[in-house]
């Protein structure tokens, strides 16, 4: 089975910290994606990535960036965090031409 | 650019009862796809069911069909004889064909399930 893993299932960090949310997937897959979720607004997409290095935004990439320097893991960086990113950060993969996304578990950030 | 919307944020149903969760998109697009994703407590997101837009019968797994009204632009999702473990955030999403194209998702439906 495809595994996406996600480094930290809970973090909480301070208003203004630097954060680093690690996503790494083991099959290969050429397309990785960040989306936050949050309660009634569902899953937003923050930016994803179809190849090494290669970069799009999604649609609310405001205040984040990414780094994908190998193919297997994509990073989602606030470069100051805010308490307005407290949120669920839920990372996928998929190959170009797919079925549907796999998942990680999620990491929970809260920013105090 | 593409919508979806799931109008019900909470239903529920007995168990061993089915229910149908609602979903409704918009889209420009004659070939697309369209997905149902459940995410139960653990928050492990896991695809349900799949549909084609091209493909005129409706998907079906296991205890899960859909409902696929291409004209009308809506996907609901019927679960039979529903079970506890059912009980869960369910998604509906859309994608586009191409590549590289993404996934759109609904704002998601609670489903309790009374025992």
């Known amino acids: 089975d495809v595994k996406v893993t996600q480094s930290s299932r809970y973090l909480v960090k301070r208003t203004g910290e630097k954060v680093f949310l690690e996503c790494v997937q083991d099959?290969?897959?050429?397309?990785m994606f960040w989306y936050r979720q949050d309660p009634g607004l569902g899953l937003r997409l923050i930016y994803f990535?179809?190849?090494?290095?290669?970069?799009e935004k999604g649609d609310i990439p405001e205040g984040y960036s990414v780094s994908r320097e190998k193919k297997e893991r994509f990073s989602l960086i606030l470069e100051s965090a805010s308490t307005n990113q407290t949120s669920m950060y839920l990372c996928?993969?998929?190959?170009?031409?797919?079925?549907?996304?796999?998942f990680g578990s999620g990491t929970r950030l809260t920013v105090v | 650019a593409q919508t979806v919307t799931q109008s019900q944020p909470e239903m529920s149903v007995q168990e061993a009862e089915t229910v149908t969760l609602s979903c409704t998109y918009d889209?420009?697009?004659?070939?697309?796809?369209l997905f149902w994703y459940k995410q139960p407590p653990s928050r492990q997101m896991i695809l349900v069911i799949r549909?084609?837009?091209?493909?005129?019968q409706n998907a079906t797994e296991n205890r899960f069909s859909v409902n696929f009204q291409k004209a009308a632009k809506s996907f609901s999702l019927k679960i039979s004889d529903s079970q506890l473990g059912d009980a869960a955030m369910y998604f509906c999403?859309?994608?586009?064909?191409?590549?590289?194209?993404?996934?759109?998702f609904g704002k998601g439906i609670t489903l309790s399930v009374r025992p």
């Open positions: 889209t420009s697009e004659s070939d697309y796809y």
């Open positions: 549909q084609e837009a091209y493909k005129q």
């Open positions: 990535s179809y190849d090494v290095k290669m970069k």
């Open positions: 099959m290969d897959h050429e397309n």
């Open positions: 999403a859309y994608r586009r064909p191409g590549a590289n194209s993404k996934l759109t």
């Open positions: 996928a993969s998929t190959p170009p031409r797919f079925y549907g996304y796999t």
